[in-house]
């Protein structure tokens, strides 16, 4: 068993990422803003815990995240604007790995976008700010003290999860289901050898766990 704390677990792939681990007995800590969620997320086997990423301070998100094994990022704006990402994927992020560094919880698993998303399209300037705060968050992470894993997914889709994927260090740009994203989240929690890796994901014909020992194969070098 696994104690993992999650930030942005009210979203489409932390409520499944959510309810994953818990039906294989990981303990869930939820994070999330509105009361309302909280039911939710307790229905799906987590530990609701209230607490707004723009307001917490790193002392204050530190103290929810001391005793957990590992921090799941899975939180974004979703397009609601400039400001919104900036302070979410931007600052948000920036805070969350302060804290688990002051937290002494060691490893760090951020889903972060593909870096082909909208090639070929004209970008508005709220998507090329996302992609920008993306990147700079990736790198605020990569520099930290943590054991980090990156997970870069295609365009997420609400389509059912197949449980294989396609998922190495640099792939062509493709789809993927958000069930998919979450079981490979939950294969990085159970492989804590994988780290130090920024991995691209889509769907495939690679069984999800075949494709982590891959993956585990190319850490030992």
Request: hydrophobic share 45%; aromatic share 4%; charged share 20%.
């Amino acid at each position: 068993m696994t104690t993992c704390f999650i930030i942005g677990a009210a979203g489409k792939v932390g409520q499944k990422l959510t309810r994953q681990l818990s039906s294989r007995n990981h303990a869930v800590t939820a994070l999330h803003r509105k009361p309302e969620q909280a039911e939710t997320l307790q229905a799906a086997g987590a530990k609701p815990v209230a607490g707004d990423i723009q307001q917490l301070s790193v002392t204050a998100l530190s103290g929810l995240m001391t005793g957990h094994e590992v921090v799941v990022f899975t939180a974004g704006a979703g397009g609601a604007g400039i400001e919104l990402t900036n302070a979410i994927d931007g600052e948000g992020l920036k805070l969350a790995v302060a804290a688990a560094e002051q937290a002494g919880v060691s490893r760090f698993l951020l889903v972060s976008a593909f870096p082909d998303a909208g090639r070929g399209k004209t970008p508005s300037e709220g998507f090329e700010n996302y992609m920008r705060v993306k990147r700079l968050a990736d790198a605020v992470l990569v520099a930290s003290k943590l054991e980090w894993v990156i997970l870069r997914p295609g365009t997420l889709t609400d389509e059912a999860g197949t449980g294989r994927v396609h998922a190495d260090l640099a792939i062509p740009y493709g789809e993927i289901p958000r069930e998919d994203v979450a079981a490979t989240l939950v294969g990085l929690i159970e492989n804590p050898a994988i780290k130090y890796q920024i991995i691209e994901l889509t769907q495939g014909d690679v069984q999800i766990d075949v494709a982590l020992q891959r993956l585990q194969r190319l850490q030992r070098g």
